[in-house]
């Protein structure tokens, strides 16, 4: 499988600020997605992270909160906007492509304080 | 909606006995499943998947089982070792090769030496 790299790895941010997330994988690939996962939970998906058009979000995310941007097939980067402590989370970048499983990036860990 | 859960939130064994983790999955249309192992600070990482037109895959040391009748996934893993010791994510595609994945509660493993 391929390798992702996310950075940060981690951060802590004031309320109020924007934090942009990297993910870059060393393979081209057909899919990436961003998800979610809230201390001790699961992972909830955020969107999907089209190639040269906006991303597909899913039930409960928004645009204006969560901007993607995917510019080619290797790179994608999420935004968490306007960031309140209920933003504090694991942020995962998810890649697959047509024969590759869905594999993660180590993700990012996000404190809002 | 439609959703993964899983039986038991925590499962201890002692080192070099057989592990089994349950997964349920309530929809139907579901043809791809996966089973991830996340360790600690770590991003989700595969271990084995089944196609729906399959009722058990092997790899090493771990098995996948698949009863579509109740919908039903296990995860075996054979002679457990301390580092197995995670949290284990039953993931579904439900539908189509886009690789969006829907995943489980997770079950904590611990392997006591």
């Known amino acids: 499988s391929a390798v992702i790299s996310q950075k940060p790895s981690r951060d802590i941010c004031q309320r109020g600020t924007s934090l942009t997330i990297q993910c870059q994988v060393d393979?081209?690939?057909?899919?990436m997605f961003w998800y979610r996962q809230q201390p001790g939970q699961s992972l909830t998906l955020i969107a999907t992270?089209?190639?040269?058009?906006?991303?597909?979000?899913e039930s409960g995310f928004v645009i204006d909160k969560f901007p993607i941007s995917r510019p080619n097939l290797t790179f994608s980067t999420l935004t968490v906007s306007n960031m309140s402590p209920e933003d504090s989370s694991i942020y995962l970048c998810?890649?697959?492509?047509?024969?590759?499983?869905?594999?993660f990036g180590q993700g990012t860990r996000l404190t809002v304080v | 909606g439609e959703s993964v859960g899983l039986h038991l939130p925590t499962l201890s064994v002692q080192e070099g006995d057989n592990s089994i983790i349950n997964c349920a999955y309530s929809?139907?249309?579901?043809?791809?499943f996966i089973w991830y192992k996340q360790e600690s600070g770590k991003g989700p990482q595969f271990i084995i998947d089944?196609?729906?037109?399959?009722d058990k895959r092997q790899g090493q040391r771990v098995t996948v089982l698949l009863n579509k009748t109740v919908k039903h996934l296990s995860l075996q893993i054979a002679a457990t070792q301390p580092g197995d010791s995670a949290v284990y994510f039953c993931?579904?595609?439900?539908?189509?090769?886009?690789?969006?994945?829907?995943f489980g509660k997770g079950t904590l493993l611990t392997v006591n030496p």
């Open positions: 998810s890649a697959a492509g047509a024969i590759t499983e869905a594999f």
């Open positions: 393979s081209q690939v057909t899919m």
């Open positions: 992270a089209n190639q040269g058009s906006e991303a597909t979000y």
């Open positions: 929809n139907s249309a579901s043809d791809y």
């Open positions: 089944i196609r729906s037109n399959m």
């Open positions: 993931a579904e595609n439900s539908g189509g090769s886009n690789y969006k994945l829907t």
